[in-house]
């Protein structure tokens, strides 16, 4: 439902906005509006089937350990909106660092997160708190790769060749190689 769905600029805002972790925190009232945990379940199958869909995310995900990572999605989210779970998987940072992760993908991947969520009809409020728990995560996942190390083009102005006086005017070019 698109006049649900939080407009590109707000959600850009949002998950960049160091202030976003001050959106109301985890209740478990805000866990059961996610169906418990039978819900989350459900979440996590339809995200990720949702991912393997979509090409920029497809291939992070397709030779991963998709059943591992629907269930500690399932766990963190089940943590963070305030059920009664521990998150004992990776650490975020750890998780994500060998990916080379850029903003398109994260964006990518909050996107479908957002699709789901609404084909699940969590509701906007809803969605928007785990949005901004989310958003803190995103400096340890984002990196941004440095800029290539090229060498600057090599140019040699004319006039910077100086042939030496009494230099014979056939030797003032290069011999031409057998
Ligand atoms: C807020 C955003 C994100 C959250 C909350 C999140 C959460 C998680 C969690 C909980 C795991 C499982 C860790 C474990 O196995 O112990 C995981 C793994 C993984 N995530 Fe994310 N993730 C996010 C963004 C992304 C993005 C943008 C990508 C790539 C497009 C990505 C790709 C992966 C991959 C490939 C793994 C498997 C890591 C491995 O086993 O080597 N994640 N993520």
Redesign the pocket.
């Known amino acids: 439902m698109a006049a649900r769905r939080l407009p590109a600029l707000l959600l850009v805002l949002t998950l960049t906005n160091p202030l976003a972790g001050c959106a109301p925190g985890p209740s478990p009232d805000l866990y059961q509006t996610f169906g418990g945990q039978p819900g989350l379940v459900a979440l996590m199958d339809d995200y990720m089937d949702a991912?393997m869909r979509n090409p920029?995310?497809h291939p992070?995900?397709a030779n991963?350990?998709r059943t591992?990572?629907k269930a500690?999605?399932a766990?963190?989210?089940c943590a963070l909106l305030g059920g009664p779970c521990a998150?004992?998987?990776?650490d975020?940072a750890m998780?994500?660092a060998?990916?080379g992760?850029g903003d398109r993908?994260?964006n990518?991947?909050?996107q479908e997160?957002q699709n789901v969520m609404d084909k699940r009809s969590i509701p906007f409020a809803a969605q928007n708190r785990l949005l901004a728990m989310?958003?803190p995560?995103?400096k340890d996942?984002?990196h941004v790769a440095p800029p290539p190390r090229t060498r600057p083009p090599l140019t040699i102005p004319p006039d910077a060749v100086v042939v030496p006086e009494g230099v014979p005017a056939e030797r003032k070019t290069a011999p031409s190689r057998p």
């Open positions: 991912m920029d995310l992070y995900f991963a350990n591992r990572i500690e999605l766990s963190q989210f998150y004992t998987g990776m975020m998780a994500h060998r990916y992760i993908e994260f990518a991947l909050v997160l989310l958003a995560y995103r996942i984002v």
